[in-house]
């Protein structure tokens, strides 16, 4: 087999197949989480949060140097990136409880205050003398290569964590991202669910530093629902699009990285989760590029093909070419522009649909009925048949449109 079949399949070696599957789970947990931020306008939240990591883990590994240690230990600087990302994200809430400024704006400032301390911080360990000082910058975009079982582990029990937060909270979560009003209104408080959201992506963004880096989980935290949005309009199901989207990304990425060694990982998980969007964007079946396009190629055809039919029975000229060729393509007209016995009997057919919305629109004044007609709508879906027949006695008998 290839290389990138190789890695897919697992049979890459230990290592690989550690980094596919913990990346997977990570992308998935991001994914399904991600969804609430994405519903709730907070993607930028997850921003100040991951670079709010950084002095977290310059100061952990100080911390554990100090303590005698080596300052690598993974827990140890996962600890301290939860820490300093929790702060960030209470000092953005103070500030927008308590001054004038916009949430964006105390984003802003939280985000680059924390990372500028944070790069300064690990300008001094580089000049400490004593701890393992080398490999701190892969949490700026992620690194993989050394990555171990306990590693894999934790990515697997935070992501779960998170994955069941955010199961077990979908309903209050769902109806404070479309209406907090109307959810405080019933009883919610809105403030504990949001940080319950929070959480549930903070502990996504600490366990995926190992991964793709603080730089580019907010990425993974995103794009994976923003893509989910494109093919469904149900909550519970966007939630599992989502996972599934970003555990396809991760699990891809790493296996594309794995089988190309000078390719970093976190950046290819993301490019994937990237192309997943492009393409939902484009050929999701409802809400995609090309189904709008097909929508309004129809809608232009029935519309034509209306006016098409009402100038026949007015005897008028068509001089739309696009109306000309669709009546001849459905032998509703020939050639030379008579039209075809087909082609009158349905221009009859509009031309007293006309009238009998008319009469409708006398007889009924509820404007959910009349109000549907749009000119393309069957009167037939609207009205029953013998309402139709007492439009029609009104009208009289109908009139052939001649050729």
């Known amino acids: 087999m290839t290389p990138l079949l190789d890695a897919l399949f697992l049979q890459a070696g230990h290592n690989a197949a550690l980094v596919a599957i913990g990346a997977g789970l990570l992308g998935y947990a991001s994914g399904a989480t991600g969804t609430f ?22 100061l952990a590994f100080i911390v554990m140097v100090a303590l005698g ?66 490999g701190l910058e892969d949490f700026l975009l992620g690194s993989t290569a050394g990555m171990l079982r306990q590693d894999a582990l934790v990515i697997a029990a935070g992501g779960a964590l998170a994955l ?30 949001d940080l319950m959201m929070m959480l549930a992506a903070l502990v996504v963004t600490v366990i995926g530093l190992k991964v793709v880096g603080l ?20 909550v519970g199901r966007m939630i599992w699009i989502a996972g599934a ?29 990237a192309g997943v969007f492009v393409a939902s964007l484009l050929f999701a079946p409802v809400r995609g590029v090309a189904a709008a396009f097909i929508r309004q190629r129809r809608f232009k055809a029935r519309v034509h093909h209306r006016q098409g039919l009402l100038a026949i029975a007015r005897q008028e000229p068509i001089r739309e070419t696009f109306t000309l060729r669709l009546l001849q393509r459905e032998n509703l007209i ?20 006309e009238r009998r919305w008319d009469i409708a629109r006398r007889i009924h004044q509820d404007a959910g009925l009349t109000g549907r007609y749009d000119g393309l709508t069957p009167i037939e879906d609207v009205f029953t048949a013998d309402e139709i027949q007492e439009f029609d006695r009104r009208i009289g008998p109908p009139v052939a449109v001649e050729g």
């Open 69 to 134: 240690g080596d300052g690598r230990n993974l827990a140890g600087l996962l600890l301290g990136s939860a820490i300093t990302a929790a702060i960030g994200l209470v000092t953005v809430q103070w500030i927008v409880a308590h001054t004038r400024l916009t949430e964006d704006a105390a984003i802003g400032a939280v985000l680059g205050v924390f990372f500028g301390v944070g790069v300064v911080l690990l300008t001094v360990i580089q000049t400490m003398s004593s701890g393992r000082q080398a």
């Open 215 to 234: 730089v580019l989980i907010v990425a993974l935290l995103i794009i994976p629902p923003v893509a989910a949005r494109f093919w469904t309009e149900s």
């Open 164 to 193: 069941a937060l955010t199961w077990a909270l979908r309903r209050p979560m769902t109806l404070v991202s479309f209406d907090a009003d109307f959810a405080t209104a019933a009883g919610y408080r809105v403030s504990r669910i």
């Open 334 to 353: 020939r050639a030379d522009g008579v039209p075809t016995e087909a082609g009158r009997a349905a221009a009859a057919k509009v031309s007293r649909d």
């Open 245 to 273: 989207i970003g555990g396809i990304s991760g699990y891809a990425g790493a296996a594309v990285s794995a089988s190309a060694p000078n390719l970093p990982t976190g950046p290819i998980i993301v490019l994937m989760a």
């Open 37 to 58: 931020l994405f519903l709730r306008k907070r993607a930028l939240l997850s921003d100040a949060a991951a670079h709010a990591t950084l002095p977290g883990v310059a």
